[in-house]
């Protein structure tokens, strides 16, 4: 079965730290794309993130980045100089070459303080 | 440009009543999804419309849901009846390109709260 784990439910940090979230996935497929969502309060879901599994460049955007290892079937995201915006719920998820269907990890609370 | 918007944001039914949510895609968006999240659980795939067509159901839980993407806009999901279970937030999104190569657009999603 194809599963996502976040194995922090919930994480806070002080404005302008670094964290780090952490993913794991199981799958038995080779190609699939793998994303981080983040969900402000009251607010939809955006894209943080993508990630082709074929690359094995680790892909960033500005202040997000991730740290892939496929063979670890590994994918954590590292936020630098965290922001009070960056408060979020924090979803990874991953999607395979064959099919539509987002498959989703539970999610990670983040809480950046002043 | 509008995003994907859903309604209603919160709807709180008795157990036995009847619920319609509906989502506005992205014009010109041929994909449309639903996904639920039940309390504190994953997000998980209810199914897929391309156009009009369900292209893939294999998520709904069971036949008290019923989708339905009438002329291919916008989409409606209807439980009826509503169990205890079935509470949780419904996700609606929209892409023009297959999610692994485009980008997935979310709305806010419908909170269903059964009594």
């Not at chain 1, 894209?47 to 955007?61: D, G, P, S």
Request: charged residues 20%.
């Amino acid at each position: 079965a194809q599963t996502v784990t976040q194995s922090q439910p919930e994480m806070s940090v002080q404005e302008a730290e670094t964290v780090t979230l952490s993913c794991t996935y199981d799958t038995s497929e080779s190609n699939y794309y793998l994303f981080w969502y983040k969900q402000p309060p009251s607010r939809q879901m955006i894209l943080v993130i993508r990630q082709e599994a074929y690359k094995q460049q680790n892909a960033t955007e500005n202040r997000f980045s991730v740290n892939f290892q496929k063979a670890a079937k590994s994918f954590s995201l590292k936020i630098s100089d965290s922001q009070l915006g960056d408060t979020a719920m924090y979803f990874c998820a991953f999607i395979m070459d064959s099919n539509y269907q987002l498959i989703w990890g539970a999610g990670t609370k983040l809480i950046i303080k002043p | 440009e509008a995003g994907v918007t859903q309604f209603p944001s919160h709807s709180v039914i008795e157990k036995g009543q009847t619920v319609t949510l509906r989502c506005d895609p992205i014009s010109g968006h041929d994909n449309l999804y639903w996904y639920r999240r039940v309390m504190g659980k994953e997000i998980k795939f209810l199914l897929h419309f391309v156009k009009e067509s369900k292209q893939d159901e294999s998520g709904m839980p069971n036949n008290r849901f019923l989708a339905e993407r009438t002329g291919g806009t916008y989409s409606t999901l209807k439980v009826q009846p509503a169990e205890l279970e079935d509470s949780g937030v419904y996700f609606c999104a929209s892409s023009h390109l297959p999610p692994g190569i485009g980008e997935l657009f979310f709305g806010e999603g419908s909170r269903l709260t059964v009594l």
